[in-house]
């Protein structure tokens, strides 16, 4: 009787729970589960630790004013509005490694590499690991400088004295601070649940978004809010939707199976699932990062005694902020543009066409070897229309958002919360990959 009860309990929780519950009565699961949440309280713990010779107060006031340094502040979780050593994030590695996956198919070493397998991953892994060391001691450079220009800091490398010195500490402290972080990403992949570098940049945002929609609650009418709440909903459905979308397509796998002296020619038929953003959110970290350098460097040139340079400078300044139509206009084509470029680049890494023809399969009425390649191409050419205007919508909604109802917080939510969903999900994939080889029924 306990045993029916518990069964009808069972069938009663949704799937969401039943999974974590039956995960957490698996001793290695359990581990897993508690070594990951230990890494991202220790991550949050890293966030809140400033580099030295900061004006926290001055820090607080510009944030509160400018909106892109707000936006860039919920994507580090408050780690930049502190400037904390963890201010920059993983976003330098992550940069490296799309520097890396674009070079794959253009250095012909690297693509020898890619093709060794585990061995090869390894190693271009540390040429990545490598890369992020002066791309993030970069990127700290130019945050300190942007943060010194708008007065909240001491000018940077004044002389080779004491605040030259200073300046070093605060690079240096900012680019440990990245490495510390990826470190601890590598930690949770190895031995947590999930994709390590993605669950941080969770963390971050998750970590942030509380403060925004207090702000915003406290600071707007209940019928603004309630369309926030709608906007919200219906960006997470569609995400949702458009990341588990895909077109299948057929695949026929033929083999010589040898009985009793005879010859017999078995067949099976499986799919190749062809995602319709299958970028994921990659395409939308770069264009924002991309869309971040002009008024970076704009803001250097707007003081400039010539004329014309000051005065480009300040357009850019101006039309690329998260307020102007035109800022938005350009994500979207950055976006959409980026999206093709990163699935070709990724697609022609698999060689899909190429491992059929090895593994003897075929797709029914298309000739193996360059033929299915192109098919592929024309198949994934048009889906990923598809995909990257999805992408585009989903950075572009923002704006909608902040027109129609007014909050400020609607303008920094949808990219957020496309890498919230994401992340979500592939923890939840591998979550369930491991509960069906302990012979449960996951929640997929």
Do not use: C
Not at 16 to 24: C, F, G, K, P, R
Not at 75 to 89: I, K
Not at 346 to 366: R, V
């Amino acid at each position: 009787m306990s045993f029916a009860r518990s069964e009808k309990q069972q069938g009663q929780r949704p799937a969401l729970i039943q999974a974590m519950i039956d995960a957490w009565y698996q001793p290695d699961l359990r581990t897993r589960l508690l070594f990951t949440f230990a890494i991202l309280v220790l991550f949050r713990f890293i966030a809140h630790v400033p580099v030295p010779g900061v004006d926290l107060a001055g820090l607080q006031r510009l944030f509160q004013s400018n909106q892109l340094l707000g936006m860039l502040d919920i994507f580090s979780g408050g780690a930049m509005r502190n400037l904390s050593v963890a201010a920059m994030g993983v976003y330098p590695y992550i940069t490296s490694s799309i520097i890396f996956q674009i070079m794959v198919p253009v250095i012909p070493r690297l693509k020898e590499l890619s093709q060794e397998g585990e061995a090869g991953r390894r190693q271009i892994n540390k040429y990545t690991h490598w890369l992020t060391v002066p791309v993030a001691f970069g990127s700290a450079y130019g945050q300190l400088s942007l943060l010194s220009r708008l007065g909240v800091l001491d000018p940077l490398w004044p002389a080779l004295g004491s605040s030259g010195m200073a300046s070093l500490s605060m690079v240096l402290s900012m680019t440990a601070g990245t490495m510390l972080l990826v470190w601890l990403g590598e930690l949770i992949t190895e031995n947590g649940i999930g994709n390590g570098i993605s669950l941080i940049i969770f963390g971050g945002i998750v970590a942030g978004l509380p403060q925004v929609f207090g702000q915003a609650l406290f600071g707007n009418n209940i019928t603004d809010m309630i369309l926030v709440a709608i906007f919200g909903l219906a960006v997470v459905y569609f995400i949702v939707v458009f990341n588990e979308a895909q077109r299948r397509i057929p695949v026929q796998y033929g083999k010589n199976v040898i009985q009793r002296g005879r010859v017999y020619r078995q067949s099976g038929a499986s799919h190749i699932p062809l995602r319709i953003n299958s970028a994921g959110m990659i395409p939308l970290i770069f264009a924002f990062s991309i869309l971040m350098l002009p008024p970076t460097i704009a803001s250097y040139f707007q003081q400039s005694s010539n004329a014309t340079v000051a005065g480009i400078a300040d357009f850019f300044a101006r039309n690329l902020g998260p307020t102007e139509p035109f800022y938005w206009i350009v994500l979207f084509w950055l976006v959409v543009g980026f999206t093709f470029f990163y699935t070709i680049v990724i697609f022609q890494q698999q060689n899909m066409a190429e491992n059929l023809q090895k593994n003897g399969g075929f797709i029914p009425g298309i000739r193996p070897g360059p033929p299915t390649h192109e098919y592929l191409m024309r198949i994934l050419t048009r889906i990923t229309w598809g995909g990257s205007i999805f992408l585009g919508l989903v950075a572009i909604v923002p704006f909608f958002a902040l027109i129609l109802t007014g909050v400020q917080a609607s303008a920094i939510s949808s990219t957020a919360l496309l890498i919230v969903v994401a992340v979500v999900l592939d923890t939840m994939r591998q979550l369930q990959s491991q509960l069906l080889q302990r012979q449960y029924e996951g929640f997929m």
